[in-house]
């Protein structure tokens, strides 16, 4: 991982000290389990907690002996251990230590995310409450099409930054299976109620059936799922990269006092954070074709997919948690220029009003066809003269009234359902 984009609490999941501490978590939850069904002695889980060892100097030290991490984590918790020792790692494969531990560290990590996107979706909300009345012109292509309102623009965000809450919440759930099954997963050495009090004991289900490892289609599905949330992010962030251009101007990432934008020219002040965040979504989209390959393995498993995830999962979740973290300082400081909006709004002489005076005309008894293709020629004279549309209308159309034409020309009429589409997320927007 980039230690750049890595921050705390995310970082510290994944660092080799914690990973030996998860395994050997699973290691006791397993010998308690022998412990009630009575295949070791009582006391002995106590004594193994009491003298296992985390050495990293010591693990490494055996992992470059043995070229195998997990007989190099035995024999390093072991090592001051006594009759205990004999049932430490019994009757276990390594992924079942690997495949189990793995998924508690995912589980943790997803808790860290969900709890940043639930900070995120109330700033998001709380945005969209504020600018709800915000006019502003709506694009499409990139060109003025109708006005809308800021705060639809980000409730749209919410809306869809909701939905990957949700996604994510189940992908929780998705990831939240151990196995402790065996060599390949047919629990011939290991008891299937060891695997059921232990995984309890640790809050995770057992896999209904499984190979020598966790199916990785759990993990390529958190990974899509990780992938969508950052693209929502990504879309926000492309969307005020647009607003922020010279000639656009109205919206700005946060610029903090004594930032510079440029080492050649002093006036600059680019969207940096914005640009960021797109670049690492696309890195995050990255990591999902890598998941999905890991789904298919030899047999009941090769490691083909053990190297790979070794950098996709604490990649793609440090990523994205850094994601969050800087959406959320986005966000909350975004600069929003009212005026130029309004300005904007204007600058194409009443373009942006010529479907509802098309409509008009409808009504006043012309065909779609004729109202279409005048409501058209006027908007083409309008280009070529910067005369204003509704000028133009007064002139060449006699089916109007000087009122009813005035009002075809007010932003307002745009707004009148805001409301009621706010309606629909109202309870909603705390999670």
């Not at 060449?396 to 745009?414: G, K, R, W």
Request: proline share 3%.
């Amino acid at each position: 991982m980039v230690e750049r984009y890595a921050l705390s609490p995310m970082k510290e999941l994944w660092d080799q000290r914690t990973t030996l501490e998860r395994w050997l978590e699973v290691e006791l939850a397993v010998m308690q389990a022998y412990e009630e069904i009575g295949v070791i002695p009582q006391g002995i889980t106590r004594k193994a907690k009491e003298n296992a060892k985390i050495d990293l100097n010591l693990f490494r030290e055996l992992e470059k002996q043995t070229d195998h991490e997990v007989i190099a984590f035995v024999k390093m918790a072991t090592k001051n251990m006594a009759e205990e020792a004999r049932f430490f790692h019994y009757g276990l494969t390594s992924s079942d230590i690997i495949d189990t531990a793995l998924s508690l560290t995912l589980v943790k990590a997803c808790d860290i995310l969900l709890s940043q996107m639930k900070e995120l979706l109330r700033i998001l909300w709380k945005v969209a409450v504020e600018h709800k009345y915000t006019v502003t012109i709506g694009r499409t292509h990139g060109v003025h099409a109708e006005p809308t309102t800021f705060g639809l623009k980000v409730l749209n965000w919410y809306a869809e930054m909701k939905r990957n809450y949700e996604r994510l919440t189940f992908s929780r759930e998705q990831i939240s299976f151990g196995k402790i099954s065996g060599a390949v997963g047919n629990y011939a050495n290991v008891p299937p109620k060891v695997e059921e009090l232990a995984l309890s004991k640790l809050g995770l289900k057992p896999a209904p059936v499984s190979s020598q490892i966790v199916n990785r289609d759990h993990h390529a599905y958190l990974i899509m799922n990780l992938a969508l949330v950052a693209a929502g992010i990504e879309r926000i962030a492309t969307e005020i990269r647009h607003l922020q251009k010279t000639e656009v101007l109205e919206a700005q990432e946060p610029f903090k006092e004594g930032q510079k934008g440029s080492s050649a020219m002093p006036h600059k002040q680019n969207p940096i954070l914005c640009e960021r965040l797109c670049g690492l979504s696309r890195v995050m989209r990255s990591f999902v074709s890598v998941a999905l390959e890991n789904i298919t393995l030899w047999h009941e498993r090769d490691i083909s997919h053990s190297s790979a995830e070794r950098y996709i999962l604490p990649d793609a979740t440090q990523t994205l948690h850094y994601m969050l973290v800087k959406s959320k300082y986005l966000l909350e400081n975004l600069v929003v220029y009212k005026e130029r909006m309004q300005k904007n709004l204007e600058i194409t002489n009443g373009l942006v009003y010529s479907q509802r005076l098309m409509l008009a005309l409808i009504d006043k008894g012309l065909t779609r066809n004729e109202a279409y293709d005048l409501v058209q020629s006027l908007s083409l004279k309008c280009w070529q003269t910067n005369e204003h549309l509704k000028d133009l209308v007064k002139k060449n159309v006699n089916l109007l009234q000087d009122e009813e034409i005035n009002s075809i020309f007010e932003p307002s009429y745009y707004l009148k359902y805001v409301d009621e589409i706010y309606e629909r997320f109202q309870g909603e927007c705390v999670l």
